[in-house]
């Protein structure tokens, strides 16, 4: 990993929200003093301070205080996933029009392969992974990509490597109304298709139109009834599909579905990709040619 692996995220044009509490209640007893002194430590350049308190003393109100007073993107550390919950669910209730997202490990259980040498015995790999808490990992990678408003609430799985950063925004397509965004090409159904391939989506096959059962992370290409021809694709950090419509002259408009079947009008979209996992086509023939050189 390189300064390049990185480059792309100094072009990023993030909202520049500020923390606000919206907690209606305020500091009492110690609190205005710790939030103080947690303040002026890390604006002193301290880089560690340790806040005490029993459980029930307002510990995580007096960190809302703290990221709102110092205005920066903050990442919360939690030793499991029960405790990383919770605190977001709080952190979300004190900075309530800011984005608190969740990132933590989303295996509901995971068995390393193993070999039992004394029987000969090899044990494969078994897991499975839960969609909504992947869905929480990718609202949050988007977070970070969009706004500068943002807290992270994590466990330590957010230490391992999801793949290059540049790779990944790299990959993302910006489509608007009028097809004109800037670094767009998407001017028909084809084009975004083959970028929504490009960018690990899943093409739905044999559907009859409706978005019931397409899955996160899929798409598929249709014809609405005035002969308009239709993307339908499921980004993996929303709730629901979103529907861009083609014209002759290009995309005409673009929907997002809602969960009570309301359909909202979009002047433009960001799409990133359906993983995280995502390696550029010119870093696969590198590597490709270096795995034939090193075999060779």
Same mark, same amino acid.
């Given at each position: 990993?390189?300064?390049?692996?990185?480059?792309?995220?100094s072009?990023?044009?993030?909202?520049?929200?500020?923390?606000?509490?919206t907690?209606?209640?305020?500091?009492?007893?110690d609190q205005?003093?710790?939030?103080e002194?947690?303040?002026?430590?890390?604006q002193?350049?301290?880089?560690f301070?340790?806040?005490?308190?029993?459980?029930?003393?307002?510990?995580?109100?007096?960190?809302?205080?703290?990221?709102a007073?110092?205005?920066?993107?903050?990442?919360?550390?939690?030793?499991n996933k029960?405790l990383a919950?919770?605190?977001?669910?709080?952190l979300?209730?004190?900075?309530?029009?800011?984005?608190v997202?969740?990132? +933590? !490990?989303?295996? &509901?259980?995971?068995t390393? %392969?193993?070999?039992?040498? *004394?029987?000969?015995?090899?044990? #494969?790999?078994k897991?499975?992974?839960n969609e909504?808490?992947?869905?929480?990992?990718?609202?949050?990678?988007?977070?970070?990509?969009?706004r500068?408003?943002?807290?992270?609430?994590?466990s330590?799985?957010?230490?391992?490597?999801?793949?290059?950063?540049?790779?990944?925004l790299?990959?993302? +397509? !910006?489509?608007? &109304?009028?097809g004109?965004? %800037?670094?767009?090409?998407? *001017?028909s159904?084809?084009?975004l #298709?083959?970028?929504?391939?490009?960018?690990?989506?899943?093409?739905?096959?044999d559907?009859?139109g409706?978005?019931?059962?397409?899955?996160?992370?899929?798409?598929?290409v249709?014809?609405?009834?005035?002969?308009?021809?239709?993307?339908?694709f499921?980004?993996?950090?929303?709730?629901?599909? +979103?529907?861009?419509?083609?014209d002759?002259?290009?995309i005409?408009?673009?929907?997002?579905?809602?969960?009570?079947?309301?359909?909202?009008?979009?002047?433009?979209?960001?799409?990133?990709?359906a993983?995280?996992?995502?390696?550029?086509?010119?870093?696969?023939e590198?590597?490709?040619?270096?795995?034939?050189?090193e075999?060779?």
């Amino acid at each position: 990993t390189t300064a390049a692996d990185f480059a792309s995220f100094s072009s990023l044009r993030l909202s520049s929200k500020p923390f606000e509490v919206t907690s209606k209640f305020e500091p009492s007893g110690d609190q205005p003093q710790a939030i103080e002194d947690l303040v002026r430590n890390i604006q002193d350049g301290e880089r560690f301070s340790v806040l005490r308190g029993a459980t029930g003393t307002g510990k995580t109100f007096v960190m809302g205080h703290a990221i709102a007073r110092l205005n920066r993107p903050t990442l919360v550390l939690c030793h499991n996933k029960t405790l990383a919950a919770q605190l977001a669910r709080e952190l979300k209730s004190f900075l309530g029009n800011n984005a608190v997202e969740l990132f +933590v !490990s989303y295996y &509901n259980h995971y068995t390393p %392969e193993s070999y039992v040498e *004394s029987t000969g015995t090899y044990i #494969a790999k078994k897991s499975s992974v839960n969609e909504e808490i992947d869905a929480l990992r990718h609202r949050a990678t988007r977070a970070l990509l969009e706004r500068s408003d943002v807290v992270i609430v994590a466990s330590v799985s957010c230490i391992y490597g999801l793949g290059m950063p540049k790779d990944y925004l790299d990959a993302s +397509v !910006s489509i608007s &109304n009028a097809g004109q965004n %800037e670094g767009s090409n998407i *001017s028909s159904d084809g084009e975004l #298709a083959s970028a929504l391939s490009a960018m690990l989506y899943e093409s739905e096959q044999d559907k009859d139109g409706g978005d019931s059962d397409m899955l996160r992370g899929s798409f598929d290409v249709s014809v609405d009834e005035a002969g308009n021809e239709v993307v339908t694709f499921w980004p993996p950090h929303e709730k629901m599909p +979103v529907r861009v419509t083609f014209d002759q002259q290009g995309i005409s408009i673009i929907h997002q579905s809602t969960e009570e079947g309301v359909l909202v009008e979009l002047n433009e979209l960001r799409i990133f990709p359906a993983r995280h996992q995502l390696t550029s086509q010119d870093r696969l023939e590198n590597a490709c040619a270096a795995i034939e050189e090193e075999l060779s």
